[in-house]
């Protein structure tokens, strides 16, 4: 018997703030939430859950991500080119407030262009703080494996993060 | 943030970690919205709802009685441990206890589990409300509805637009079973057993023992408030099963419709419950029940309900059990409440008692083989059954080894 008012009192919070801080906004987030649940409960309905919070982080990545390539492929079709810097902070303020904002969407963007695999193991260790265990059980992957994914996955966004704003988000 | 760009290749290396760190800093807002949550529990009830009816219809009989017991022991064993006891210290129990007299309501939580997988892990949530009204919650859609002041009740099916009624009006006066909040109000003011202090859930909370009837209650209680925050209850006699009861709350406003004994429009009357006292007759009228539906003729292997559970499915997968001819909801119902009263005759027995089952490869007819005695309470001798269902009383030193 699953008990979803506890699963949702105990893992929401932490779904919740996957889902903000790889959207950055909260009427997307909210989406990203809700499927995420209706997406772990279609999935114990054909197996057996034995990590909710890990299922929980994963599903809620791979929605965010999902939304995330969407709003790049409207992007490169409204604007021809993706300009992830140009995205509109939702926490206007000081200087290194409104950099910090410029910075996460462009790691939002960056996220968005590599391979999908490679983005959920970077967002599961780097984002939702899971070790490369908890990771490796959830993707069914050795921690070797875990390790590689996170390698490559850097790498890219080094390039893509180092190159002048926007110009990483060519291949989107 | 500022992240410098004169030297690129270091630069690259730290943009990925600033770029982390600017995303983990992120001010998240209150959420998600009321709206989505509810949304999302009403998904996850719904499933909850259907995952327990269509597992619960999955069982075949037995199993509908193995699990039927567990909902009865869950009550049986709240009556029994709750009841008036003696010795021991304790001032925070007597706070708990005092607490529970002064209530205007209470409602809770009771989480039933066995340690056989084959039964389900059952949530239940009680209510009750002076002078006299209980009301539980059980998976299935099932609801059970006791008015003291009437001395009747109702069991509600849901999943099956079902209803029946009870009738506690020739119980003895001095019964507390349905008296709702009296039995609460009747704890012991001092625990037989006063228990450390531990974490849990962020709470400093110290334990009590009461031991009652064969059965043990455990109470957790908030060092710093007072407030009951658990109670674990074990019975002896049937090892691995236990109840948790959490989420106490008093002085809800709770509507006198939950506590309404008219039964739903449309739903049929199945047959009524037997609510009379439990007795050996009731062990009895079980055992021949169980012994003439298996091909063997074998008496259970255990009056553990967990137990006999593990042995139905093994008995299902030999095809050894035997499967009447013609069935109905209402034969079905009766015969789970006949297994329950037989099962909870053991259950509830006393450690004083000193009672034995034996009955474990031993058919039915067997006149030579005791298969279940026990002293009756004020008695030196042993009221014997034996396989043939024949009963005698034995002095201790003629009992069988």
């Not at chain 1, 903000?20 to 906004?25: I, K, M, S, T, V």
């Not at chain 2, 193995?66 to 709240?78: K, N, P, Q, S, Y």
């Not at chain 2, 026990?374 to 009992?399: C, F, N, P, R, W």
């Amino acid at each position: 018997m699953t008990d979803w008012e506890r699963i949702v009192g105990r893992h929401g919070a932490a779904v919740w703030q996957t889902a903000y801080r790889l959207l950055g906004n909260r009427e997307e987030a909210a989406d990203c939430y809700g499927q995420t649940f209706l997406a772990a409960i279609e999935l114990s309905r054909r197996q057996k859950v034995r990590n909710y919070g890990g299922l929980l982080r994963w599903l809620c990545t791979c929605r965010a991500m999902d939304r995330l390539r969407q709003r790049g492929r409207q992007a490169g079709r409204e604007e021809g080119l993706a300009d992830w810097s140009n995205v509109a902070s939702t926490n206007p303020g000081p200087v290194e407030e409104a950099q910090a904002a410029e910075l996460s969407e462009r790691l939002r963007g960056a996220l968005a262009g590599l391979p999908s695999r490679e983005a959920e193991v970077f967002c599961m260790r780097y984002l939702s703080e899971l070790s490369y265990r908890d990771i490796g059980r959830q993707l069914g992957l050795k921690t070797s494996a875990v390790g590689m994914l996170l390698h490559r996955a850097r790498g890219r966004l080094r390039e893509m993060l180092g190159q002048p704003d926007g110009a990483g988000d060519a291949e989107i | 943030m500022n992240i410098e760009r004169n030297n690129p290749g270091q630069d690259k290396e730290r943009v990925v970690d600033e770029a982390v760190r600017a995303i983990r800093e992120v001010r998240v807002p209150e959420g998600p919205p009321g709206e989505v949550v509810e949304r999302v529990l009403a998904a996850g009830n719904q499933e909850q709802s259907k995952f327990e009816k269509g597992r619960f219809n999955k069982m075949n009989r037995i199993m509908k009685i193995a699990a039927g017991i567990l909902i009865v022991v869950g009550i049986g064993g709240l009556i029994a441990v709750l009841n008036p006891g003696s010795g021991g210290s304790g001032v925070a129990f007597g706070a708990v206890a005092q607490q529970f007299r002064n209530a205007r309501t209470v409602t809770y939580t009771i989480i039933t589990d066995t340690a056989s997988e084959v039964i389900p892990t059952m949530r239940m949530e009680v209510s009750y409300k002076p002078p006299a009204y209980f009301r539980m919650t059980a998976p299935g859609g099932v609801v059970s509805i006791m008015d003291g002041t009437q001395k009747k009740g109702i069991l509600i099916i849901h999943s099956e637009k079902q209803f029946r009624e009870m009738d506690f009006s020739d119980l003895p006066q001095d019964k507390p079973e349905i008296d709702s909040l009296e039995m609460w109000r009747t704890l012991p003011d001092r625990a037989d057993e006063v228990l450390g202090e531990k974490e849990m859930d962020g709470r400093k909370v110290q334990g009590f023992r009461v031991s009652e009837n064969g059965m043990i209650g455990t109470f957790w209680i908030d060092t710093k408030t007072g407030d009951l925050t658990r109670v674990e209850m074990e019975f002896p006699n049937a090892p691995g099963s236990h109840a948790v009861m959490t989420d106490f709350r008093f002085d809800l406003e709770l509507e006198d419709s939950l506590f309404s004994l008219t039964p739903p429009e449309g739903y049929t009357q199945g047959s009524q419950i037997d609510t009379s006292p439990i007795s050996q007759d009731d062990l009895i009228k079980f055992l021949r029940w169980w012994s003439t539906h298996n091909r063997d003729g074998l008496f259970p292997p255990s009056l553990d309900p967990a137990k006999m559970a593990e042995a139905v499915m093994e008995m299902n997968r030999a095809g050894k059990l035997l499967k009447d001819q013609e069935t109905s909801k209402d034969k079905t119902q009766s015969e789970a409440m006949q297994a329950t009263r037989g099962l909870m005759f053991a259950m509830q027995m006393k450690l004083e008692s000193d009672w034995h089952y034996a009955g474990k490869g031993v058919k039915l007819g067997d006149a030579d083989t005791a298969i279940f005695w026990y002293k009756q309470e004020g008695s030196q001798t042993y009221q014997v059954i034996y396989g043939d269902l024949s009963i005698k009383e034995l002095a201790e030193g003629d009992l069988p080894r």
